[in-house]
């Protein structure tokens, strides 16, 4: 039996329908994390920097990198490829959360991490295993309003913060009395905080990874993942007319 990695901070729990790892951008974060979670079923396992993108590393070669090597041993599953019949029983989790930053890096950190599922533990995808963890980007304290208590309300991009100062406003709050705070990173949360946005199963937003079409998917990987520029810069520039909310 592998021997697990130091880093991983283990759920009390053996029964994988309920035991969730939560794979989390940076040390600072995945301290709150881990203070903040559910001991009995929820694992942190926080990764160091970005990892590599695995997208045409081969498969011999994956464990040279600490954080795959890492990912594989804590989940419990070896690097297969589609074809590919992995054995699945060692599987120590049934939720494999990816948990990042709500900004442009942690949305790179989650496609590096995606890179590496789809490419190497495509089963695990298959199976319904891999899902992202959407934390907010904003809180916004809401001031008392007639009966109402003060309250803090967490937005998940643009479009849930100006809804929520639409519904306050119309609540009798000005938006500009209502105080708004972006969060740069998972780290500025407090535990209480990210247990109760982004890991409590009563309140979070999990977004589970399909694979309803494996042929554009591996198309779209190639293209963005792979190592010829020309394809990647072609359909950046064709797509660059879409692209909102970015970070500058």
């Known amino acids: 039996m592998a021997v697990l990695p130091g880093k ?8 994988i329908s309920v035991n969730e790892v939560f794979l989390v951008e940076g040390d600072s974060a995945g301290g709150s994390a881990k203070m903040g979670r559910d001991k009995e079923t929820q694992a942190i396992l926080p990764l160091r920097g970005k990892v590599l993108n695995t997208w045409e590393v081969e498969r011999d070669r994956l464990f040279a990198n600490n954080e795959v090597h890492d990912i594989s041993v804590a989940i419990g599953v070896d690097p297969h490829g589609p074809d590919d019949e992995p054995d699945l029983s060692g599987l120590r989790y049934g939720k494999i959360c990816i948990l990042s930053d709500a900004d442009v890096d942690g949305s ?32 916004v304290d809401v001031p008392a309003r ?3 208590p003060a309250a803090k309300v967490y937005a998940l991009d643009e479009g849930e913060l100006n809804a929520i100062l639409d519904k306050a406003a119309k609540e009798g ?6 105080q708004i ?12 905080e ?7 199963p009563e309140k979070r937003t999990l977004r589970r990874i399909t694979l309803d079409d494996a042929v554009q998917a591996d198309e779209t990987f190639t293209i963005l993942m792979g190592e010829k520029v020309e394809p990647r810069k ?4 064709k797509r660059a007319q879409y692209a909102v909310n970015l970070d500058y």
């Not at 991983?8 to 029964?15: A, H, N």
């Not at 989650?110 to 959407?134: C, M, N, R, S």
């Not at 709050?173 to 209502?178: D, G, I, L, N, T």
């Not at 990210?194 to 409590?200: G, H, I």
């Open 8 to 15: 991983l901070t283990d759920c009390e729990s053996r029964d």
């Open 108 to 139: 790179h950190i989650q496609v590096l991490l995606l890179t590496l599922f789809f490419k190497h533990f495509p089963k695990l995808i298959e199976t319904g295993h891999v899902y992202i963890a959407l934390p907010p980007l904003f809180r």
């Open 146 to 148: 007639g009966k109402k």
């Open 173 to 178: 709050v000005a938006r500009e009395k209502c």
């Open 181 to 192: 705070s972006r969060f740069k990173g998972l780290g500025e949360m407090n535990p209480h």
């Open 194 to 200: 990210l247990w109760e946005t982004t890991m409590d």
């Open 234 to 237: 072609e359909f950046i520039e």
